[in-house]
């Protein structure tokens, strides 16, 4: 079956824009997260969606914001980018929530100008 | 709060040699353990799963793990290494209930010499 797909696998933005980053999970996953990626802090959880709703929350600021669809599919945005925002976004999927097996894509490369 | 040590940030050996890669983690609560592995310019992929049961877990491509809970360690072994095993690899824990957050340590780089 189908992996987890993300888009766009690469993106550059300026300062100051937004962006918004898109996820299809793997066909009958209901869950949902996002991770960032960077040389410096490593992986760092932003956000898990279950059914629609945000069920945790990373220690980031405001400007990361998430949201999923009924068919599970989800899109995070930043607002008003950043030069550390530049990271690999990676998102994973789960049949239900933890022990159950994350599945991660390749991740969408964003980096900021 | 949940942490993870991963007590090296880089490995090299030798092709065909042992290897064991260091991990300890902190949490209050019962967790579940895991490690995936990061080819260059991938996603993560599972290698093997600590939930419960015994504490030898055996995962793909001939890695296994050793659950310590007296210790607070899940560390990474395989009895000999290919050239395909270079990658990043990366410990991670989780809540044993709720939502699916992985909190992970920051990686150790395998490096396989021929």
């Known amino acids: 079956k189908a992996g987890v797909t993300q888009t766009p696998r690469y993106l550059i933005k300026t300062r100051g824009q937004q962006v918004t980053l898109s996820c299809s999970p793997i066909?009958?996953?209901?869950?949902v997260s996002w991770y960032q990626q960077t040389p410096g802090q490593g992986l760092q959880f932003l956000f898990e969606?279950?059914?629609?709703?945000?069920?945790n929350k990373g220690n980031f600021p405001g400007r990361f914001s998430g949201r999923q669809f009924s068919n599970s599919r989800s899109e995070m945005n930043v607002s008003t980018l950043e030069l550390g925002d530049s990271a690999l976004y990676l998102c994973?999927?789960?049949?239900?929530?933890?022990?159950?097996?994350?599945?991660f894509g390749q991740g969408t490369r964003l980096t900021v100008v | 709060a949940q942490s993870v040590t991963q007590l090296d940030s880089q490995v090299p050996v030798f092709e065909e040699a042992p290897v064991e890669l260091r991990c300890n983690y902190s949490?209050?609560?019962?967790?579940?353990l895991f490690w995936y592995v990061q080819y260059p310019n991938q996603g993560l992929q599972l290698l093997l799963k600590y939930l419960s049961g015994s504490t030898l877990v055996k995962g793909i491509n001939g890695f296994e793990a050793e659950f310590n809970k007296s210790q607070t360690s899940f560390h990474l072994r395989k009895p000999s290494v290919h050239i395909s095993d270079t990658a990043e690899y990366f410990c991670?824990?989780?809540?044993?209930?709720?939502?699916?957050?992985?909190?992970f340590g920051q990686g150790t780089r395998l490096t396989i010499n021929p």
């Open positions: 066909s009958g996953h209901r869950s």
């Open positions: 969606y279950f059914s629609e709703t945000q069920r």
């Open positions: 994973a999927s789960s049949l239900s929530g933890a022990g159950t097996e994350a599945f």
């Open positions: 949490s209050s609560v019962s967790v579940y």
């Open positions: 991670a824990v989780s809540d044993i209930q709720g939502a699916q957050k992985l909190v």
